[in-house]
């Protein structure tokens, strides 16, 4: 009975204790949002002071911020962007992924191996090199590039990352279904299109959702490579805020609010395939 009664009291202790450090984690990851909501709603000088709760809803925020900083054109761009990014990153992803985890050609694992070596790069290393090759691309070629969407969005369209994780799922597909598909008679793009895309659809979500997450927040290099409103996205929006008398903290927030809520939906939708898809990705190589 005593050591029933122990490891009974043990399990509640360990129970408190898991509840606690989530609690915990839930607190610091949701503070900074319940405070960025919070302060959208305020006047300025309540914004300025600091307080949590605003002593009344100024839901007009929303409305000025909007107005002010021209969202609506921003808003377009960064849909714009994120369309052509998306667009490219996945065909060029899902080619490269196929190539390196389903076909066999000289010197494949050593390219691999020196592909992923490259996310060890900062990526703020790599921004000048990237800018000085998107403006000589912008000079010998018949497109202009900066202030332009190509510097925004072509650069982007190589992601290492994305090419692992498909190549990480690829490899899992048995090598059966290859067989079966060439006694039919089909290539490698008829087993990419008919067989390993329709069992590919939660790290294809995963790699859309990454895509579209990082072409919306997008902020250092919109700013090196565009110097008008034209085709800057809505991250850059948030900077019309900030003048020399200081911050309008509030509809700095309010604008923060509208930015985030899309990726909010987008992640709320795709929240399972998401979770699942980087598990499995993880299980062999």
Not at 44 to 57: C, H, R, V, Y
Not at 90 to 114: H, K
Not at 244 to 255: D, I, V
């Amino acid at each position: 009975m005593r050591h029933a009664w122990y490891y009974r009291v043990l399990r509640i202790v360990r129970v408190l204790l898991t509840y606690a450090v989530l609690l915990t984690g839930a607190v610091i990851a949701l503070g900074p949002f319940v405070w960025m909501v919070s302060t959208s709603l305020m006047t300025l000088g309540e914004a300025i002071s600091g307080k949590w709760i605003p002593s009344a809803l100024h839901f007009e925020n929303y409305v000025i911020a909007w107005q002010e900083a021209n969202f609506a054109l921003y808003f377009w761009n960064s849909v714009r962007i994120t369309l052509i990014t998306l667009a490219g990153e996945l065909v060029f992803s899902v080619l490269a992924a196929y190539a390196f985890a389903r076909m066999r050609f000289p010197g494949r694992d050593l390219i691999f191996a020196i592909l992923l070596s490259t996310m060890m790069i900062p990526a703020m290393v790599l921004m000048i090199p990237n800018f000085l090759t998107v403006t000589w691309l912008g000079r010998v070629g018949p497109i202009k590039w900066i202030n332009n969407w190509p510097a925004l969005t072509i650069p982007f369209m190589g992601s290492v990352f994305s090419i692992f994780l498909l190549r990480q799922f690829f490899a899992q597909i048995p090598d059966d279904l290859f067989d079966a598909a060439q006694i039919d008679g089909a290539g490698h793009l008829q087993f990419l299109w008919h067989v390993v895309l329709p069992l590919s659809k939660a790290p294809i979500l995963v790699l859309s959702v990454l895509s579209v997450i990082g072409s919306w927040n997008a902020l250092a290099w919109p700013l090196l490579v565009t110097n008008s409103p034209k085709w800057r996205p809505v991250a850059v929006g948030l900077f019309q805020f900030v003048d020399e008398a200081g911050s309008e903290m509030h509809l700095q927030m309010a604008g923060a609010v509208i930015t985030v809520v899309p990726i909010l939906i987008l992640y709320f939708l795709t929240q399972k395939q998401f979770t699942e898809s980087i598990s499995r990705s993880g299980l062999k190589g």
